[in-house]
């Protein structure tokens, strides 16, 4: 008895919480330095914006990259580009695999091939709730730094294509539903409109 006692007053002493969920979380993240950011959400304009190269793959970028894992993780998402947490510098992170184990980093990433077509039903952390089929190419080489800094170049095909597609547009400020025909596009404008004000 005394023993639990003790240790929970160090805790909430530590993390000055009370609730379970966010002591648990405030000692991850600040256990291995890692943060939850916010998501931006159409139609803001900061989602327009055109993300600068990154010059260097320093200590300062691992920790954008380390936030963008843990938020994309914690969303849950399978791919989140650096725009969308209002980042404007070019890195994604990818990870389609069903552990949550496979993460892939892509800086300064450049399309270089792409081949064939295919339909896709797509969604997008900035555009909560909604789905749209959209064309991209089936497959795509892409030639990018990983965060270690070294050159790589990766040739994807299906899911993993249409991901590099769809996160390379947000730095480019291009957003999946600028795809579809301007109705559905005022659309899904209006609904996330309500939805942000009745928040
Ligand atoms: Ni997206």
């Known amino acids: 008895q005394f023993r639990r ?4 007053r160090f805790l909430l002493s530590a993390y000055g919480g009370y609730n379970k969920a966010s002591l648990i979380i405030s000692f991850f993240f600040r256990t291995f330095g ?7 959400r159409y139609p803001d304009t900061r989602l327009r914006k055109q993300a600068k ?16 894992l843990e938020t994309m993780y914690g969303a849950p998402g399978i791919g989140l580009a650096a725009t969308q947490v209002n980042i404007h510098e070019q890195i994604v992170v990818i990870d389609i695999s069903e552990e949550n184990d496979s993460p892939l980093c892509l800086i300064n990433a450049k ?3 792409k081949s ?10 900035s555009v909560p709730e909604y789905f749209a089929k959209v064309d991209r190419a089936e497959n795509v080489t892409v030639e990018y730094l ?24 947000h730095l480019k400020g291009k957003i999946f539903v ?3 025909s301007s109705l559905k596009q ?6 996330l409109e309500k939805a942000a004000k009745n928040k």
């Open 116 to 125: 064939g077509s295919v339909e896709t039903e797509e969604g997008c952390l």
């Open 34 to 40: 890692m943060a939850l950011l916010t998501i931006l």
């Open 146 to 169: 990983d965060r270690e800094g070294q050159s790589c170049v990766l040739e994807a095909t299906g899911l993993l294509a249409v991901c590099i597609q769809h996160e390379l547009d």
């Open 5 to 8: 006692t003790k240790k929970k």
């Open 111 to 113: 399309i270089t091939k």
């Open 186 to 191: 005022s659309r899904v404008r209006k609904k």
């Open 53 to 68: 190269p990154v010059e260097y793959v320093d200590d300062r970028v691992q920790v954008i990259i380390n936030d963008l």
């Open 178 to 180: 600028d795809y579809l």
